[in-house]
């Protein structure tokens, strides 16, 4: 059996939590540190660094759900790894003043915890779902499991911040304890019993997991897709860091307006995701492969878009078009995430985790070293262009990774319409 409709939302509820926990980590304990503790902004950005870099270790657990008995442990495992490290960081926040390095000490452990518990629990989700999801239904299950996870995070966001006010460590510890409790428990509810009612992998002799990685790295398309993974997530990351200050020192908007930007470009993102989920799979418009395709090209040209518009200078219209980038970064996202999951299967039999460990760390890693990139070229050619050149220019960086990325995605993710009837939405392998 494969995985049915209310199946694929309950794994989607898994990744919403995920989601609920790690926006506690990024976002309001960053801003914690930064403002009511007045640290250094360098040691958040330094912590989050760190739970991306633990995350190279998703190989190891992609092979270890593999070789196990059941994924679904790994996942709750991991969740509950996840949830200890988030309330451990938060402990660490109140003895900041009284115990600096006792506290950095421990703030080390917990979001070493939280990347090893993001890998174990995040890496086993997609496993499963790359295994146990009909063909035809991919573009849909990787829509609604992002959808709910963007919701997870927006929702957790939103209401933790109301119980927040007025600030005090302890309201802290009420509000990420409450979080990080109820996402196990939901975790532990969305995903029992499902793996007994699928098939879930083909069961063959394990290899040893270093063996295992030099027979996956042999296959060439496993490795193409990784060297995909990575270019086209840096490209993704590479705007992150850049494009408030952008709109603040080349078209003049207030941090108001910034932030309102940004938004407006997640809404472009859940548009272009729910574009692919409802044409991929409910009309079975294009194939995977396409959607990637387009969705690198979109990108590519908006980005181009957005470094002319600094030419023009305050007048431009940048919201739209950075809601363009934000549409066309969705559509790619969502298809490449349905292309991960058909092309795990492909390849050696039994090794659906490990190859999705492989391309969950090159994600990690892109996310971590796409953000830092675009900063740190920002700060070199400013100085030499000026603000809307400088910026524009790494802008056009950006365009130029997206538009190798799609270059691979044209060599690794092949249409096979021409090769099986199974589905519009296949690869080969299906």
């Not at 995040?122 to 999801?133: D, E, H, I, M």
Request: charged share 10%; glycine share 12%.
């Amino acid at each position: 059996m494969t995985l049915s409709w209310l199946q694929i939302i309950r794994l989607g509820i898994v990744q919403l939590c995920l989601g609920a926990i790690v926006v506690l980590i990024t976002s309001t304990l960053n801003r914690l540190m930064v403002v009511e503790l007045a640290l250094p902004a360098i040691l958040p950005g330094l912590l989050v660094a760190l739970h991306y870099a633990i995350q190279i270790t998703r190989p190891q657990w992609g092979y270890r759900s593999d070789t196990g008995r059941s994924r679904s442990r790994w996942i709750i495992g991991g969740m509950a790894l996840l949830a200890s490290g988030a309330v451990l960081a938060a402990f660490a926040l109140s003895l900041f003043a009284v115990q600096y390095w006792l506290a950095l000490a421990l703030s080390v452990l917990a979001y070493a915890m939280i990347g090893v518990g993001v890998g174990a629990s995040g890496t086993s989700l997609l496993a499963l779902l790359a295994t146990a999801t009909a063909p035809e239904r991919r573009p849909a299950a990787a829509t609604i499991t992002w959808l709910l996870m963007i919701f997870g995070i927006a929702v957790t966001a939103g209401v933790s911040g109301q119980f927040l006010d007025p600030y005090s460590h302890l309201r802290l510890m009420g509000v990420v304890g409450t979080v990080c409790i109820g996402a196990v428990l939901i975790t532990t509810l969305a995903i029992w019993g499902i793996e007994s009612k699928v098939v879930a992998r083909a069961e063959e002799k394990a290899a040893p997991f270093l063996e295992g990685m030099r027979e996956i790295w042999a296959e060439r398309k496993a490795r193409h897709f990784t060297i995909f993974v990575f270019l086209s997530m840096s490209a993704y990351f590479m705007q992150e860091l850049i494009l408030e200050p952008y709109s603040g020192l080349v078209f003049h908007f207030t941090p108001g307006q910034s932030t309102s930007l940004s938004g407006a470009q997640n809404g472009g993102v859940f548009l272009g995701m729910v574009l692919v989920g409802v044409a991929g799979t409910a009309l079975r418009l294009g194939s995977l492969r396409q959607w990637v395709i387009v969705g690198c090209l979109g990108s590519a040209l908006s980005l181009i878009l957005i470094a002319w518009l600094g030419q023009i200078g305050p007048s431009a219209p940048l919201l739209p078009a950075v809601v363009t980038m934000g549409f066309f970064n969705g559509m790619f996202a969502v298809a490449a995430i349905g292309s991960m999951m058909a092309l795990a299967g492909e390849g050696r039999q039994a090794r659906e985790g490990t190859r999705m460990g492989l391309w969950g760390a090159a994600q990690a890693i892109a996310a971590g070293f796409g953000g830092l990139l675009g900063a740190a070229l920002v700060d070199i050619v400013r100085p030499m262009m000026g603000d809307a050149d400088g910026f524009g220019a790494v802008f056009l960086f950006e365009a130029a990774l997206y538009l190798a990325a799609a270059l691979m995605a044209m060599r690794v993710i092949a249409n096979t319409a021409h090769r099986t009837a199974a589905s519009p939405l296949t690869v080969p392998g299906e």
